[in-house]
């Protein structure tokens, strides 16, 4: 994977292009101050409130004040959220254009691992509050702006990046009509279920119908008329069985893939099951997976960021470092007692 498929995967690398095909979006330049905001590690305040408390909300916020009084020291710092005031009308304009209610993300990824700190455990947002809570709770965030060429096997210096708010049109979609394909050498090799933890009926019995129904979508809209010739590409079929494209992703293991796996996805081997190299490569239509059995159904891979990373760490063994700083600590408290 090159760093410049990444950069063809960022939103208004390919919106403009696909505008017709997709969800009605914005996308606003991100200040410079703003993501520093997004990026400082301090307490969690969260700027951008753009309706006036109401009377109980005032009472309300006088009482909190009462309760934070913990010190009558003269230094005491009181934490302020900064403001944008410029930066937040353009956000409300643009969230009113679009209906009043959006789904946010960053140049390529949303805070899908945030969704449950919000009030309404969702990412449909109102107001530029509701986006700065989601985008500073969450690690796919931080990862856009820190380390957005991971897994890159290029040696060039990463090119200078200019990040964007993008909003979208909130739509109500449901998990089990969403779909994530793979292309090699502008070929549609495989499609997963999106929300793969869960077992829908439905798809199971239309495999073959929606398995036609985006390979005509990808011949008419998507082949030969993307930036690469490797990519991943997102899709959501409605209830009508017209296919709506979702988003571009890089076809790397940056991007997650679902029921298959990246060695799969990359020899092209055992894509297909049963089927022999010989005749997989003869039938003219992609791998298509999806959970077949209520008895295969898994947590949300999402839960483990409600958690903080040091105890997922431990939990996993993934950091061995912590794990031995922490069988020290245990081994210290027993000698104590």
């Not at 408390?53 to 006088?62: G, H, K």
């Not at 897994?151 to 200019?162: L, R």
């Not at 008329?225 to 009508?240: A, T």
Request: hydrophobic share 35%.
């Amino acid at each position: 994977m090159k760093k410049e498929q990444v950069l063809h995967c960022q939103f208004s690398a390919w919106y403009p292009r696909f505008r017709a095909l997709t969800i009605r979006s914005a996308i606003l330049p991100l200040p410079e101050n703003v993501k520093d905001y997004l990026l400082d590690d301090g307490t969690l305040v969260v700027s951008g409130r753009d309706d006036p408390p109401t009377c109980s909300q005032e009472a309300s916020v006088d009482d909190q004040a009462e309760e934070i009084q913990w010190s009558d020291d003269e230094n005491t710092t009181t934490l302020t959220a900064p403001e944008f005031p410029e930066f937040a009308l353009k956000v409300q304009e643009a969230i009113t254009s679009l209906g009043g209610s959006i789904f946010p993300k960053l140049n390529w990824s949303a805070p899908r691992d945030a969704y449950w700190i919000a009030m309404n455990s969702s990412l449909k947002c109102k107001t530029l509050s509701d986006i700065f809570l989601l985008f500073k709770s969450s690690d796919f965030i931080t990862r856009d702006f820190t380390q957005p060429f991971i897994h890159c096997t290029d040696d060039t210096p990463d090119p200078c990046m200019e990040y964007e708010l993008v909003l979208r049109k909130w739509c109500e979609l449901i998990p089990g009509a969403e779909f994530r394909c793979f292309v090699k050498e502008n070929k549609l090799i495989g499609i997963s279920q999106r929300d793969y933890t869960q077992y829908y009926e439905h798809i199971s019995k239309q495999n073959d119908e929606i398995c036609r129904c985006i390979q005509e979508f990808f011949k008419k809209h998507i082949q030969y008329k993307f930036l690469d010739e490797d990519f991943v590409f997102d899709v959501y079929r409605d209830s009508m069985s017209k296919v709506w494209l979702i988003d571009f992703n890089p076809f790397g293991e940056v991007t997650d893939s679902l029921l298959f796996t990246w060695e799969e996805l990359t020899s092209g081997k055992n894509l297909k099951g049963d089927h022999s190299e010989g005749e997989a490569m003869e039938q003219d239509y992609p791998a298509f997976r999806c959970t077949n059995s209520k008895v295969t159904v898994q947590p949300s891979p999402y839960l483990s960021y409600r958690l903080p990373k040091d105890f997922v760490d431990l939990s996993t063994g993934e950091d061995v470092h912590k794990l031995v700083d922490f069988l020290k600590l245990k081994r210290n408290q027993q000698d104590d007692d």
